[in-house]
């Protein structure tokens, strides 16, 4: 979502704070700014809506300069995409703010500042942290103190970094709820709303906690907790690789991401999965004593990720012998619920940062549950840090906004859960064998089902003027169903529903025509014959359908029916494996579309504010 880039520095941070900007944009944004505290001991700005290449422009076309600066990337909550409401806001040309996240209680402080003389020049929320910063420092003291009485008044999410134009030599931050991450340099510090952004300047990172307050200068960091009081963090030597700016010579992000599927899987499974089963300690340090007693797992998760613990579900209690809930993080954290005894928690996101989700793991560990397992793709985040259990899954960087390559290895990291948790609670031995078999295999699999390409690229075509579209898939092919309507509509834009196959005739079934395509997955399992029965019922009422089917399973192109034969597999990966075509067809049928594929309209990479 949002992108902040900060730095206190002797040289120019112009590039620093621009290159930033850069690596953050995947993430989703409307427009971006910066703010620059120059020699001349003027605060400078200079914001646009569009892209950063917007700024950059502009920037080269009339160059400022500073040592201490502040940038932001903005997805609109409060008001319209202007370069009124893009950051840096400013209180009396001396305060400078950059925020993500959300104030909830901005139109009570709007109303009092207000009354106070202050003048507001934009419709968000952010501008409140600019004035009342500003306020309390005209009651006395420095910029560190402002912010901390502050921030006492603010409820919501947010992190934030303020420069004060009489003290150029510091900025002051504060986090809740919304990721900040300071990095450490020689002679100089940076801040920024995710490592990626700092990864040309510094290694070296403290990741703030929740309720921190900082200040930093050139060369010094002081972190207050929430009460106050002066605490140290750990300092993180970060390994993570910045590919963003590589397209491998495909034509988006997504498709080399798609592609990348065999090899990140591949990644996922490196020295966690032995011919026996899974090696120890892939969960952490002491989960083999924790999974040993776990009874009943829940799940919780937002969009694709939620897809994925749907997923597991049907694996969890089928083959692991426990019981699953899998619940949307949103609506968890707002309504009482019942845990039951010997819960594991699990959360899932690829950023680890997903606002949600990462409050539901804080009510949950107010809640009882035994212990919590976060399935993510980036160390050193938020839900990393703070759950008792972690499973990285090693995707890589992911730049397009829509999943694909975060979930495939998610659905990975539960059947090496299903296989722990399994070992436990009576997996037999055919079913072990059968799922490790699978997990060795899935690799080449998905490089089988990458050849389907041409096909899928043709069969694309004929979805040019579609728009409505209907997903079927039965058992756990169901979510994978609903993932692939949700990968449509997030890059095409076309309206698409995913129904359990049996629930065709309690309703969906009044959507049917011939305008109307239908996309069934059908791998061979014990639910094709009922599967075929569905497809019989669509037939009936003149449907279209787009059938990808096991070659084994006997379904036959004709006038009504286009079928693309998946190659086989074992039935525990059918999933993964069928989720492959799905984010293809998405992926054609927004080209043909032409609309912007890597950054979908109104839709932001890491959902950090609620």
């Known amino acids: 979502m949002c992108g902040i880039v900060g730095a206190v520095a002797e040289r120019n941070v112009v590039e620093i704070l621009l290159e930033g900007l850069k690596r953050l944009e995947y993430r989703g944004y409307d427009s971006a700014g910066v703010a620059l505290l120059t020699p001349e001991g003027e605060l400078n700005r200079v914001r646009r809506t569009g892209k950063v290449k917007e700024l950059s422009d502009a920037i080269e076309a009339n160059p400022v300069k500073g040592s201490t600066g502040i940038a932001h990337t903005r997805w609109a909550t409060h008001g319209g995409v202007t370069e009124a409401n893009a950051h840096p806001h400013f209180s009396s040309d001396r305060i400078s703010v950059v925020h993500n996240g959300i104030i909830e209680n901005y139109q009570a402080l709007r109303t009092e500042l207000t009354g106070q003389g202050y003048t507001f020049e934009s419709d968000t929320d952010t501008e409140t942290i600019a004035h009342k910063v500003h306020q309390q420092l005209l009651e006395g003291g420095d910029l560190l103190a402002a912010v901390q009485a502050s921030v006492e008044q603010f409820h919501g ?163 692991a012998n426990v019981s699953c809930n899998v619940e949307i993080a949103s609506e968890f954290r707002y309504r009482k619920s019942y845990v039951q005894e010997n819960s594991l928690l699990v959360t899932i996101s690829q950023s680890g940062e997903t606002a949600d989700t990462l409050a539901a793991l804080r009510l949950a560990k107010e809640s009882g549950y035994m212990s919590s397992l976060t399935i993510c793709n980036v160390p050193g985040s938020s839900l990393v840090r703070e759950s008792d259990l972690a499973f990285m899954t090693k995707a890589g960087a992911e730049i397009g906004v829509a999943s694909t390559k975060a979930f495939t290895t998610q659905l ?127 037939r009936a009422r003149g449907g279209i359908m787009y059938v990808f089917a096991d070659k084994d399973a006997q379904f036959a192109s004709d006038e009504t029916m286009r079928v693309i034969n998946v190659p086989h597999c074992e039935e525990s990966i059918a999933p993964i494996v069928y989720t492959i075509p799905l984010q293809l067809l998405s992926y054609y049928v927004a080209v043909i579309k032409g609309t912007d594929v890597d950054q979908p309209r109104n839709l932001a990479k890491s959902v950090t504010v609620e």
């Open 157 to 319: 999410a947010y992190g934030t970094v303020i420069m004060d134009k009489e003290d150029p030599s510091r900025v002051v931050v504060a986090r809740s709820g919304s990721p900040l991450v300071i990095g450490l340099g020689l002679g100089e510090n940076f801040i920024a709303s995710d490592q990626m952004a700092l990864l040309p300047v510094t290694r070296r990172f403290i990741f703030l906690e929740e309720g921190d307050v900082a200040e930093i200068t050139r060369r010094s960091v002081k972190i207050f907790d929430q009460s106050g009081a002066p605490v140290e963090r750990e300092i993180i030597e970060s390994n993570v690789e910045h590919d963003a700016g590589d397209k491998g010579g495909y034509r988006h992000y997504m498709l080399k991401e798609i592609h990348e599927q065999p090899t990140v899987v591949r990644n996922a499974l490196q020295g966690r999965l032995t011919d026996a089963g899974i090696a120890d300690g892939i969960f952490g340090e002491g989960a083999d004593e924790i999974l040993s007693k776990v009874k009943h797992v829940q799940i919780i998760a937002c969009g694709t990720s939620y897809h994925a613990g749907m997923t597991a579900r049907y694996w969890l209690e089928q083959f």
């Open 412 to 538: 990975t990291a539960f059947l090496m859960l299903t296989l722990a948790l399994g070992k436990h609670n009576g997996l037999n031995e055919a079913d072990q064998n059968s799922i490790i078999s699978g997990l060795q295999s899935l690799p080449t699999k998905l490089e089988e089902t990458l050849s389907l390409t041409q096909g899928i690229e043709d069969l694309a075509e004929e979805f040019a003027d579609k728009n409505h579209s209907l997903f079927l898939g039965r058992g756990d092919q169901y979510p994978i169903a609903m993932e692939g309507a949700l990968k449509l509509k997030e890059i095409s834009y076309i309206h698409a529903e995913a129904y359990a196959s049996g629930e065709l005739k309690h309703g969906p079934l009044a959507l049917i025509d011939d305008e109307m395509p239908v996309i069934v997955v059908a791998p061979n399992n014990e639910l094709l014959e009922k599967l075929k029965s569905n497809v019989e019922e669509v």
